[in-house]
């Protein structure tokens, strides 16, 4: 019977990887049914469309598709197949209709997507999508803010213990490691007799460190912007760190005095356009006062449209300067980015840290910087892959 029940399951899977027919549709479910006709609108969509028209150019149409891959599927897979959508049926003009945008499942590329095509939308699809992005940008402050502010304040106070701490100070890895002995089992937690933290302590103006994240606006850097600029959100929040951010492709634009709100500086990005990475480093080095508390973190995939030569000597001179230069050739989830592979390495050969980084490890990636501790070797202990200076 079990053989029998894993035959006809497999048999079933079969017939959703490679699409049923008439007769075959007749053996499924209507819930498979329904899945069946989902996953050929969208990879067998000829044959979907002899069947039942497909998908067609009908927002309404489109936004229940996505309900039923949204019912079928978790959302990991989800925002796999919407990407195949985009690629394979051109479905990004579906994003000037609010309800199909409302049916979408949010996420750091369709943020992406709604950014790069803001300049086009009507009227009556800008006030949707800022709810679709102020959405994204929630989750993902509740994602990175706490983990982002711990590990600043921690880098830049480590030196100062309270056991008074405020509930926002409290460095809840030593806390509960310090109250192990205080588990209980009934309550399958930890109560601690005494709470471990951070000192506050004011710091004059002049002594803060500062963070310029000098960020690519090209397309290709999409979800690289989106974290960037929650990240800036959240560093401007704290008072412990002067934080400025500063976006580039062909043109530059500070969105420093814009942070308070990272829907609005999303809104202020323009994806797209060539890259001129020297102009960019050329403005960041006119605002750093003090080199030695600067830290300057280019996001890019160091495809140089401007002058190569005289990026390197810019790079060359802050090091002599002894700012904190650290290259991210990307800040996403996405993997192994594509990125000049001979700039990279020479940057590595000026002294500077190159590698991709992921959101959850830019936290920590940050306190190491603040702490101007070993980088590249912070980067190997994450078994993160650094570029090399003889790599090309």
């Known amino acids: 019977m079990d053989e029998l029940k894993q035959q006809l399951e497999q048999k079933r899977r079969w017939h959703l990887a490679l699409g049923a027919d008439d007769e075959q549709n007749q053996t499924l479910s209507k819930d498979d049914q329904r899945l069946s006709a989902a996953l050929s609108a969208l990879y067998n969509p000829e044959t979907q469309q002899k069947k039942r028209g497909g998908l067609g150019a009908s927002a309404p149409s489109v936004a229940r598709w996505l309900g039923d891959i949204r019912e079928f ?37 369709l943020v992406a997507d709604l950014i790069s095509l803001r300049g086009v939308m009507p009227d009556k699809v800008i006030s949707t999508a800022r ?17 982002t502010a711990e590990a600043i304040r921690g880098a830049l106070d480590k030196h100062k213990r309270s056991f008074r701490p405020r509930h926002s100070d409290i460095d809840w890895h030593r806390t509960i490691q310090a109250n192990l002995r205080f588990y209980q089992a ?59 951010l500063v976006c580039f492709d062909t043109s530059i634009v500070d969105l420093t005095d814009e942070l308070a709100d990272p829907v609005q500086v999303l809104f202020g990005i323009q994806l797209g356009g060539g890259t001129d990475i020297n102009q960019a480093i050329a403005y960041c080095t006119e605002q750093i006062e003090r080199p030695h508390k600067t830290h300057l973190i280019l996001i890019s995939d160091l495809y140089e449209g401007g002058n190569a030569d005289q990026l390197r000597q810019r790079i060359a001179q802050l090091r002599r300067q002894d700012v904190n230069v650290i290259t991210l050739l990307a ?7 594509s990125y000049d592979h001979q700039m990279a390495a020479d940057f590595a050969a000026l002294g500077c840290p190159v590698f991709a980084c992921t959101p959850d490890q830019f936290p920590d990636l940050m306190a190491t910087a603040l702490k101007r501790e070993d980088v590249l070797q912070w980067a190997a202990d994450q078994q993160i892959t650094t570029i090399r200076a003889d790599a090309t």
Do not use: N, W
């Open 73 to 109: 599927f978790p959302t990991s897979v989800v925002q796999l197949v919407q990407r195949d959508a985009f690629d394979r049926l051109g479905l990004k003009q579906m994003l000037m209709e609010p309800e199909f945008l409302l049916a979408m499942q949010a996420d750091v590329h």
């Open 131 to 147: 709810l679709v992005i102020e959405k994204v940008v929630q989750q993902l402050m509740a994602r990175l803010e706490q983990k």
């Open 186 to 244: 009934d309550l399958q937690t930890v109560i601690p007799e005494k709470r471990i933290g951070y000192a506050r302590k004011q710091r004059r103006q002049v002594d803060l460190d500062e963070v310029i994240l000098c960020v690519d606006q090209s397309g290709s850097m999409a979800s690289s912007v989106v974290y960037s600029s929650i990240f800036a959100a959240v560093m401007a929040s704290l008072p412990a760190v002067k934080t400025r």
């Open 331 to 337: 800040l996403s989830d996405d993997g192994r980015p």
